[in-house]
C-alpha cells in the first residue's frame, strides 16, 4: 500500500513538473557588455554601441543582438546607441519605436555606421527613402526569419 501511495506521488509530482527548462540568459536576444571597436562584436551579432565611433578608445556600453526584439527597454538599451556594426551575413531593420515602427532603416551584412545621425532609412507615410537622425533613437530591431 505505501509502495502505490508513493508511486502515485511521484506521477502526481512528474505530470507537475514543467516540460521546458528556464530560460537562461544565452537565450536572450539581448546581452550587454562593456567594450569598444569591431573587434568586440561576436560573430552572428548586431551590436550596438553606446557611443559613436564604436565606443572611440574607451570602453562603454555594447548590445549585442542576436535575435529580434521588440523592445529594448526591457533590456535598458531603448534610445542609447550612437553607432552600429553587423557583424553577420544577414540583414536587420533597425526601428526608432518598439515593436517595430515608426522611422526605420535596414543595414546589410558587416555593414559597420561609427555615427547613426542622417542614415539613409524610410519613414512611415513617405513613399521615398530619407536623412533619418537615429543617434539614441533605436527602440526595436527585426532581423528576419533566418536570425543573424
Known amino acids: 500500500m505505501i509502495k ?6 511521484v506521477m502526481v509530482l512528474a505530470a507537475a513538473a514543467p516540460l521546458t527548462t ?15 571597436g569591431l573587434d568586440a562584436c561576436p560573430d552572428h551579432s548586431l551590436c550596438l554601441y553606446q557611443d559613436r565611433d564604436y565606443n572611440g578608445t574607451e570602453d ?12 529594448l527597454s526591457a533590456y535598458d538599451a531603448n534610445d542609447r546607441a550612437s553607432s552600429l ?13 518598439a ?10 551584412r558587416r555593414d559597420q555606421l561609427a555615427d ?7 519613414s ?10 537615429m543617434n539614441d533613437s533605436i527602440s526595436s530591431v527585426w532581423v ?3 536570425g543573424l
Open 60 to 71: 562603454a556600453r555594447i548590445w549585442i543582438i542576436t535575435g529580434s526584439v521588440e523592445r
Open 4 to 9: 502505490k501511495l508513493a508511486l502515485s506521488l
Open 85 to 97: 556594426y553587423l557583424h553577420s551575413h544577414h540583414s536587420a531593420t533597425l526601428y526608432a519605436d
Open 99 to 108: 515593436e517595430h515602427k515608426g522611422d526605420r532603416f535596414t543595414v546589410f
Open 144 to 146: 528576419g526569419r533566418d
Open 124 to 133: 512611415p507615410g513617405v513613399p521615398h527613402a530619407v536623412h533619418l537622425w
Open 22 to 36: 528556464p530560460a537562461s540568459a544565452a537565450d536572450e536576444p539581448v546581452r550587454e557588455i562593456s567594450g569598444h
Open 116 to 122: 547613426l545621425d542622417r542614415v539613409s532609412g524610410r
